[in-house]
């Protein structure tokens, strides 16, 4: 299958190793330095199931170059979702699907607005995997599971190729009959924990146990359930159970990549992960107090990373 990684870091250099090392014609989108390693030195990937090396390896930051491709794993950060969507048009012919394995829930709409809803299927991923240096991968997590689906329901046999595609790289592979329920159970709980370590800086381990920060971070996470059961996406009645049960069971020196982005002063994916809740909120008249105060609270410091990114 001819495949463009859009966005090669953690996720995307990760799975877009596994599917060349797989033997499909695969080409990463990168830029700088980290382009430059790819296309010198191949992509390396340093992970618990393996460390390999793609090499040669197909590696561009002009999309057109690549031309229409059958699967666009689009795995950027969510900010910079329309500027790459509009990179990407010489890459969408007729056939052309289109999975975001990005945060949160408006992925795949927004890339729709641009390239053709027609193109877009939903989906999601769990793992942890970041760049180490520039044409190298780190992935950490025994788990590297990926959970995909036609946003109406829907078998196709594109999905069904996309599937097989995807499961002979020996990752988790799941095609999903409900993915907006996965995609907002995943919600549920990572914008509530992005949220909240946000705000007190801290690891895991040292909020999730204090009565009062853990009662916010389950208010947050009833009002993202609220928001998805108003648009009748159905959840399990237990969902923030669930969640919570999760965060109990993580590592106690977990940081949420959102965290880390506040600390370093980096832009960070805030609207997507919290003003996201705000704005829809609205739209279907659910209340969000909480997520209106962590948005509010966040915003400054979102507003400092992007001047000094420009």
Not at 26 to 49: D, M, N
Not at 104 to 124: K, Q, T, Y
Request: charged share 20%; aromatic share 6%; net charge negative.
């Amino acid at each position: 299958m001819k495949i463009l990684i859009a966005g090669s870091g953690g996720v995307g250099g990760y799975y877009g190793g596994l599917l060349a090392q797989s033997g499909n014609d695969v080409t990463f989108l990168a830029r700088g330095e980290h382009l430059r390693a790819i296309r010198e030195r191949g992509l390396q990937v340093k992970s618990v199931h393996g460390d390999f090396t793609v090499f040669p390896a197909q590696a561009t930051d002009t999309p057109a170059e690549v031309g229409p491709v059958e699967l666009i794993l689009f795995c950027t950060k969510t900010y910079d979702t329309e500027h790459v969507a509009e990179a990407l048009r010489p890459c969408v012919g007729a056939d052309t699907a289109i999975i975001s394995l990005q945060n949160g829930v408006d992925a795949a709409e927004r890339i729709g607005a641009i390239l053709g809803m027609e193109h877009v299927l939903g989906g999601a991923t769990w793992i942890s995997s970041a760049v180490e240096a520039p044409g190298v991968i780190r992935q950490f997590s025994q788990f590297r599971r990926i959970v995909f689906g036609e946003l109406d329901g829907s078998i196709t046999p594109r999905a069904q190729a996309i599937y097989q595609t995807l499961s002979a790289t020996g990752a988790t592979v799941e095609l999903s009959e409900n993915i907006l329920s996965v995609l907002w159970t995943k919600f549920v709980f990572i914008a509530a924990v992005s949220g909240i370590s946000s705000l007190t800086r801290l690891e895991m381990g040292e909020f999730r146990h204090v009565p009062e920060t853990r009662a916010l971070m389950t208010a947050l996470m009833r009002e993202v359930e609220a928001l998805a059961r108003a648009q009748n996406i159905a959840l399990d009645a237990d969902v923030v159970e669930k969640s919570l049960a999760f965060v109990d069971a993580a590592a106690p020196n977990i940081k949420s990549s959102m965290q880390r982005d506040v600390e370093s002063g980096r832009r960070t994916e805030l609207e997507s992960m919290i003003g996201v809740i705000c704005r829809k909120g609205r739209e279907w008249n659910v209340p969000t107090p909480v997520a209106d105060f962590v948005y509010a609270a966040l915003l400054p410091v979102e507003l400092k990373a992007r001047r000094q990114a420009a």
